[in-house]
């Protein structure tokens, strides 16, 4: 079975402050994608990056970051000297592709509410 | 493109009312599906299909029944609304996980 777990459900900085948002993944299979995925108050979900299981180098993207490591099962997400129009509920997912019938099916985790304050 | 379309942006049911939400996508992309969001709770699976003609039931299909007679439709429907389904729902679909997940705008439903 599939599980995300997102341990931080609120965290609140202030502007210009670095944040950690944990993400904690259990899987049996070997091939799998993890995303993270922001949603902003005005609800849609906003796509930030996609990690194969093979891959574990970290990547940076502006002021975003990515932590994965497969021995933790953790793919944690860095956002460097935040901002206010950071404010969203941030998601952690994974998608499993060992096997057909569960290919196409995303697991989430309950999500962190970041707030920047300015 | 277009993605994936959802409709409707917003719907207000009376308890025992059904109703279709409708997901389209022009992509032909093989795997749809149906999440709904509710508050702490996270995206959890109601419905999928890895294909037209085959469907399958998530974590929460209670109350969900879906169809896929066509690559690009994955209609959504609610037989007799109850006020547990007031939710906000999200459709999906990908050519595969490799590739990423496109999602509708979603749809807010509230059952009173």
């Known amino acids: 079975a599939q599980k995300v777990t997102q341990a931080q459900t609120e965290i609140s900085v202030v502007e210009k402050e670095d944040v950690t948002l944990d993400c904690v993944y259990e899987t049996r299979d070997t091939t799998y994608y993890l995303f993270w995925y922001k949603q902003p108050p005005s609800g849609e979900l906003v796509f930030l990056i996609r990690r194969n299981s093979f891959d574990e180098q970290n990547e940076i993207s502006g002021r975003y970051s990515w932590n994965f490591q497969k021995s933790t099962s953790s793919f944690n997400f860095t956002i460097t000297a935040s901002q206010v129009v950071d404010s969203a509920v941030y998601f952690c997912a994974l998608t499993v592709a060992d096997r057909g019938s569960t290919l196409g099916r995303l697991y989430f985790g309950r999500g962190t509410q970041l707030t920047v304050w300015p | 493109n277009a993605g994936v379309t959802q409709t409707p942006k917003f719907q207000v049911l009376k308890t025992g009312q059904s109703m279709t939400l409708q997901c389209a996508q022009d992509m032909n992309h093989e795997y749809m599906s149906w999440y709904r969001q509710d508050p702490g709770m996270g995206l959890r699976l109601i419905h999928y299909?890895?294909?037209?003609?085959?469907?399958d039931q998530g974590e929460v299909p209670n109350g969900y029944n879906v169809s896929r007679s066509t690559t690009e439709d994955f209609p959504l429907r609610l037989l007799s609304a109850a006020p547990s389904q007031t939710s906000v729902y999200f459709c999906?679909?990908?050519?595969?996980?490799?590739?990423?997940?496109?999602f509708g705008s979603g749809t807010r439903l509230t059952v009173v």
């Open positions: 299909s890895v294909g037209a003609g085959i469907t």
């Open positions: 999906a679909s990908t050519k595969g996980g490799l590739y990423g997940y496109t």
